[in-house]
């Protein structure tokens, strides 16, 4: 971590951790792990003492016991984000149910390990918590920074730190395999959709903030799960869809209601069916059901984990057949046009079918 000295120069100061377990060994092969790494290390027992730790010096990143002999991981988990909001908090489990892992990340978690620890495995969720943790202090910076300013300013230093996120998602994209310049690539299909739709000037620049940056929430989302070779069950699946929820909190500071809306409702079912969803029809956002048909078409045009890319042709059957209950008729029949368009290939006519439909995968 680079701080400013009193002279202006930058220092570098190092990351310190907190490892909260009732057993002594898990302790120390984890402390020893992460100081291999670079990491300062500091060791609690139970809840309290980790309170009292925190309280008398800052602590960037907890790993925290869920099953602890005071109170419970869980329990203080609310506290910790309360009291300490930028310190970054991965939970360490014996439980595996994704379940507890998404109420735990629901709660403010940041990651979750399994135990038996794969050490490799810590070391990535460490990192994967404390560039998430980076990414809420430059979103902190930037509200600070913006109340200094006078309102002519505001503009270009809001486009300033909303091109560090977009950089940082694109970042993280990158490295997987399966998703690298997908958003870059849903942002261009949606906008066409737009234009194909005569929006304003405007709801085009929502349109596009919001494609850029849809999949930002992500970077709380378990890896393995995401990149799982089969089929995803019940609770993997709500698990993955978190990250619509999650990449609106961390854009809310910074972008206007519509653009949060629109993150916030990109998986959201025109039929109402989608998970865990409260809006249907109309009510969905005009951008998030853009979104939704762009996101679709680029997921099944990809190679994915468990299946690989379908055919231009296929997909566009796809879209249209899973008209009316995932996607929104209007939209569907814009992006046609718009595909029709750019591969030169005859329009293709959109007619309803009352057929059962299969639900397009866009995970």
């Known amino acids: 971590m680079n701080q400013v000295n009193a002279n202006g120069a930058s220092i570098l100061v190092p990351v310190t951790l907190l490892i909260v377990d009732d057993e002594t060994g898990i302790r120390n092969i984890l402390r020893r792990k992460l100081s291999q790494q670079g990491y300062q290390c500091k060791e609690a027992a139970t809840s309290a003492k980790a309170l009292g730790i925190l309280a008398d010096s800052p602590i960037d990143l907890v790993i925290l016991d869920i099953r602890l002999p005071d109170k419970s991981g869980t329990e203080i988990l609310p506290e910790i984000k309360s009291a300490y909001p930028d310190t970054a908090v991965v939970m360490a489990t014996v439980i595996s149910k994704v379940d507890v892992a998404t109420q735990c990340l629901k709660q403010g978690a940041d990651d979750y390990i399994c135990k ?59 490295k997987d395999k399966y998703t690298g310049g997908h958003s870059r690539r849903v942002t261009e299909i949606a906008l066409a959709i737009g234009t194909e739709l005569d929006l304003s000037a405007k709801d085009m620049e929502d349109l596009r903030w919001g494609s850029l940056l849809h999949d930002v929430g992500k970077i709380a989302v378990d890896q393995h799960i995401q990149n799982k070779p089969g089929k995803l069950t019940q609770e993997e699946y709500e698990h993955i869809m978190i990250h619509a929820h999650i990449g609106a909190d961390i854009v809310r500071p910074l972008v206007n209601e519509k653009i949060v809306a629109i993150i916030e409702h990109h998986h959201d079912y025109y039929d109402g069916s989608g998970c865990n969803q409260v809006v249907a029809g109309t009510d969905i956002p005009l951008g998030a059901r853009i979104l939704t048909v762009a996101d679709a078409f680029d997921a099944l045009t990809s190679d994915r984990s468990y299946r690989p890319a379908m055919s231009k042709g296929k997909a566009l059957d796809e879209i249209q057949r899973c008209t009316k209950t995932q996607f929104d008729p209007v939209v569907t029949n814009a992006f046609l046009r718009v595909m029709s368009k750019k591969y030169k290939t005859p329009a293709r006519i959109y007619q309803v079918r009352n057929l059962a439909i299969t639900k397009v995968s866009i995970d």
């Open 116 to 174: 038996p620890f794969n050490l490799d495995e810590v070391s990535l969720a460490v990192q994967r918590a404390l560039e998430r943790r980076s990414l809420r202090l430059k979103i902190k910076e930037y509200q600070g920074y913006l109340e200094e300013k006078i309102e002519e300013q505001t503009g270009e230093i809001r486009k300033l730190f909303l091109g560090a996120i977009e950089a940082l998602a694109s970042a993280l994209e990158a």
